[in-house]
T-cell receptor, first 111, second 111 residues
Framework: QKEVEQDPGPLSVPEGAIVSLNCTYS??????FMWYRQYSRKGPELLMY????GNKEDGRFTAQVDKSSKYISLFIRDSQPSDSATYLC???????????FGTGTSLTVIP | NAGVTQTPKFRILKIGQSMTLQCTQD?????MYWYRQDPGMGLKLIYY???????DKGEVPNGYNVSRSTTEDFPLRLELAAPSQTSVYFC??????????FGSGTRLTVV
């Protein structure tokens, strides 16, 4: 069983839609969770990070963690064509340890 | 700040050749990482370092070597290149916070 599972998509939505991106994981010790955005032919860039359970909001982006279900989500409100990218989740039990990445979900926002 | 700089951006190697992928960061980060990214497979950790003079293997270290003689530099060495090493290679660094800073990647093709 993979440490982190992420639906690769592709996901295609109209501009202005709410986007939901999700990851599941198997290791109950994970408590640090991150979301990265990767544009084509670029390196991933950190979007959001959360510790333990709960929600975190930053502008149009909201990250949710449900540790009881081993499930994390990233919501994008009022999606824009500039949000078109691959989104990767990453998680770890401890910041000193390796972070495990999902395979990424490809998102296209259509104008 | 330049962040994390990787060179070269592209390279074609013949089977059996060797090369070094360069990675330099100017953020005084202690942690540095090498990942490879294959389509549909996500990011796989090759090697990592927690500081100058200290390196350790990740998930997929076979066929690679690293060294960390300074805080800034973390080169990745490929010996006897094989077609299975065709991939996009990302170097990343991390300070005391959670997030990784990635370089822009090296696209390597082994023919």
């Amino acid at each position: 069983q993979k440490e982190v599972e992420q639906d690769p998509g592709p996901l295609s939505v109209p501009e202005g839609a709410i986007v939901s991106l999700n990851c599941t994981y198997s290791n109950s010790a994970f408590q640090y969770f991150m979301w990265y955005r990767q544009y084509s032919r670029k390196g991933p860039e950190l979007l959001m990070y959360t510790y333990s359970s709960g929600n975190k909001e930053d502008g149009r982006f909201t990250a949710q963690v449900d540790k009881s279900s081993k499930y994390i989500s990233l919501f994008i409100r009022d999606s824009q064509p500039s949000d078109s990218a691959t989104y990767l989740c990453a998680m770890s039990a401890n910041t000193g340890n390796q972070f495990y990445f999902g395979t990424g979900t490809s998102l296209t926002v259509i104008p | 700040n330049a962040g994390v700089t990787q060179t070269p951006k592209f390279r074609i190697l013949k089977i059996g050749q060797s090369m070094t992928l360069q990675c330099t960061q100017d953020m005084n980060h202690n942690y540095m990482y090498w990942y490879r990214q294959d389509p549909g497979m996500g990011l796989k950790l090759i090697y990592y370092s927690v500081g100058a003079g200290i390196t350790d293997k990740g998930e997929v270290p076979n066929g690679y070597n690293v060294s960390r003689s300074t805080t800034e530099d973390f080169p990745l060495r490929l010996e006897l290149a094989a077609p299975s090493q065709t991939s996009v290679y990302f170097c990343a660094s991390r300070g005391q916070g959670y997030g990784y800073t990635f370089g822009s990647g090296t696209r390597l093709t082994v023919v």
